[in-house]
Nanobody, 122 residues
């Protein structure tokens, strides 16, 4: 069974950047669609971005389009979320997850990691 571990979170000022890795152990990620989600205090978990098994297709929430980039390195069994031009409203716990299915469908993800906190101050 695959285990996902997110890292790279921290506190940054608005306009700053962070890169979040999601590393997998126990099983290869190379056959899965991978996604990033986030949950802010008092809010529902929301979709952020997804990437197909070979990195050929990506899909983003409108709120992060043009600022965030999802990528993957199947040789390292790791998925990344590069976050630029961060805003205070990006503050949340960020999670990665996997599924078998289309990248443009934000449902069906599972095997959630423990999350990593991102805090953006104004």
């Amino acid at each position: 069974q695959v285990q996902l571990v997110e890292s790279g979170g921290g506190s940054v000022q608005a306009g700053g950047s962070l890169r979040l890795p999601c590393a997998a152990s126990g099983r290869t990620l190379s056959s899965y669609t991978m996604g990033w989600f986030r949950q802010a205090p008092g809010k529902e978990r929301e979709f952020v971005a997804a990437i197909s098994w070979n990195g050929g297709s990506t899909y983003y929430a409108d709120s992060v389009k043009g600022r965030f980039t999802i990528s993957r390195d199947n040789d390292k069994n790791t998925v990344y979320l590069q976050m630029n031009s961060l805003k205070p409203e990006d503050t949340a716990v960020y999670y990665c997850a996997k599924k078998r299915g289309p990248v443009t469908d934000s449902t069906g993800f599972g095997s959630w990691g423990q999350g990593t906190q991102v805090t953006v101050s104004s």
